[in-house]
């Protein structure tokens, strides 16, 4: 079997042994494998994350010195089945799967670990119970797509958006964009997105942002709170407090009592926008409670690697929400599927170009330039080393 592995930082095309079902388990011909901003991550800085995962209680994370097939962003057909497995999925059925693979009761995330070998190859083994049929006759390029649209559905119900709220994206590469399009399948009224990049504020646009900005010539806060009454300046919140106790002293109740009754429809809460941090840099967070309004509820998407030092007192201040997020739910990955499939989430923008085994170590240099690629996946079936661009 052909694949393209990473040991010490090098990306190689190799042979393997085909690799086997085991119980409760599906064999996968590999059609496409989507190359995530964590397999970057992990080329440079494996071992610091295979650190952290240790202290999550995760002890098998790839390691440098480790032989690791990545990738888990996979779109397959069903080629075998393991013992004890249902049957419910025919040879051949087109399927997409949450990355985990279980044997006994030891997990391990696929392509994110030596002890389960990834998509970057022509054969991967998955967790039937964690497979789904594609419906509607998906693409393919599409259907890859699955599993990075579920981090961004995760994260955007992490972040309890409404229609009604002010989005801001910092940051457009494939995560960035990824939120977008959720967001705005979520029928979100204004998403304001943030990008250095020419390119990737043009796919933003393309994936339904209202506003894009130029974070060197402006400021995506300006934008955001333009005529929409978010607090910038902790003096302006006092001296609307104090507008409003004059006001509610003028009538025939005591004042506490309007106000509660105020807080009872809503009226008190403050207006604030969701804030995406999707980009994943030191300083990057820190940055972020600075700029944004007071009451800002702030969801962080982008992953940044090693140590970083932000101020709580700026989250203090402001009463900033600040929420993480990772991964997603099975229900969430099956909705995602079912939403690409029904037209009402749109993620065809996202796939830049397409590239064979032999062209992994290409498509991760092609990756590092912002203008170029968004999202490369792999087709097994593609020969030679160029990046393809997708039309």
Known sequence: MRAATLIGGR????DL???????????????RCGICGSDLHARQHGDDLADTLRLCGYPRYLRSGQRVVLGHEIYGEVAEHGPWTSGRFRTGTPVVAVPLVRRGRQVDGIGLSADAP???????????????????GLPADVAALTEPMAVAWHAVARGEVTRKDTAVVLGCGPVGLAVIAVLKARGVATVVASDYSAARRALAERCGADVTVDPATGSPWEEAAAGRGFVRAMPDEYNAGIDALEKLGRLPVPWWTAWRALDRIGATAPERPVVFECVGVPGMLDSVLAGAPLHSRVVVVGVCMGEDVLRPSLAV??????????????LEFRDTLHALADGTLDASHLVTGRVGLAGVPDAFTALADPEAHAKILIDPALGGEEVVAST
């Open 118 to 136: 990834g998509g970057y190859a022509e054969q991967v083994v998955v967790q039937e119970a964690l497979t789904l049929p594609v419906p509607n």
């Open 11 to 14: 990306l190689e095309p190799v």
């Open 317 to 330: 201040n402001k009463e900033l929400d600040l929420r993480f997020v990772v991964g997603y739910t099975p």
């Open 17 to 31: 042994p085909a690799p086997r079902p085991g119980a409760g388990q599906l064999l996968l011909d590999v059609k």
